[in-house]
């Protein structure tokens, strides 16, 4: 270890939390000295370049990957099967193949399975649950569709029904902007701040992507293998915090949630 840290004290109200973690990835250090913590119903982006441990602190946080020093704390406990259960995880979002034969109805059904167990067909009242979270995510309409034949955003919808079918508290989201225009992205964070307040739903969102993240996120972390800011979103992005993340020659663009496209779109669904 470069330096000694102190413990801090736990923090009870936490649902993540983790204190002086320190994880290696191929003999390096991946994560040094991590401090971070996740409330109920909160939404915390969680940014930094490819390479910069984001993936390694995912693990870290769900009980996959031990850390060679510190303590983490998932729902006030050490991470174990037990609690990945009240996690639902979205990967990042890639084209399915057309061909694949699974329908929008089957995909919610996979979330269901960690309850049904493996080898346990559905039955209607698991059906009739998973047409309900389609309901609530505007694609009940699609149920019977191929899942391949959807767009990005509309995967991403049926990804957050899938998710919320084992009734998590809380939602990590790996790179969910990646390959989405920008008004699917925009649906996409409406609807996720929609399960925050009508659900408490608490999301951790992990993205390269910092313009973004601080438009969406009740609160940042900066990471490149160390935190390097922790808090409001607008503080993030000073030069010299862009810089010790990214690099010198990074710049940011921020979406304008009321440019032309988006607020077309919202007097199209008034």
């Not at 609807?191 to 390269?208: M, T």
Request: aromatic share 6%; hydrophobic share 35%.
């Amino acid at each position: 270890m470069n330096r000694p840290s102190p413990l801090r004290q736990p923090d009870s109200k936490a649902i993540v939390e983790l204190n002086d973690v320190w994880a290696r990835y191929n003999e390096k250090w991946a994560l040094k000295s991590i401090y971070l913590s996740c409330h109920p119903g909160e939404i915390l982006g969680i940014v930094g370049p490819n390479g910069s441990g984001k993936t390694t602190l995912l693990n870290v946080i769900l009980g996959l990957l031990r850390p060679e020093k510190g303590i983490v704390r998932l729902f006030g406990r050490e991470p174990d099967k037990e609690g990945r259960r009240e996690v639902g995880y979205l990967p990042q979002i890639s084209r399915a193949d057309r061909s694949f034969p699974v329908t929008v109805l089957d995909v919610v059904l996979m979330g269901l399975y960690g309850r049904l167990g493996l080898f346990r067909r559905p039955d209607p009242n698991n059906v009739q649950t998973a047409m309900k979270l389609l309901e609530q995510v505007n694609m009940a309409d699609h149920a019977h569709r191929p899942y391949g034949m959807l767009s990005g955003g509309q995967q991403q919808r049926v990804q957050i029904a899938r998710a919320l079918a084992s009734h998590p508290r809380l939602l990590i989201l790996d790179e969910p902007a990646t390959g989405i225009d920008s008004v699917a992205q925009e649906d996409f964070y409406e609807l996720l701040a929609k399960f925050r307040d009508e659900q408490g739903v608490s999301a951790i969102l992990v993205s390269h992507d910092i313009g973004v993240i601080t438009s969406h996120a009740d609160h940042v972390a900066c990471l490149n293998r160390e935190i390097h800011y922790h808090g409001e979103p607008q503080y993030c992005l000073s030069p010299e915090i862009q810089r010790k993340v990214f690099g010198d020659h990074m710049k940011v663009m921020l979406h304008d949630p009321a440019c032309v496209s988006c607020s077309q779109r919202h007097r199209d669904d008034s």
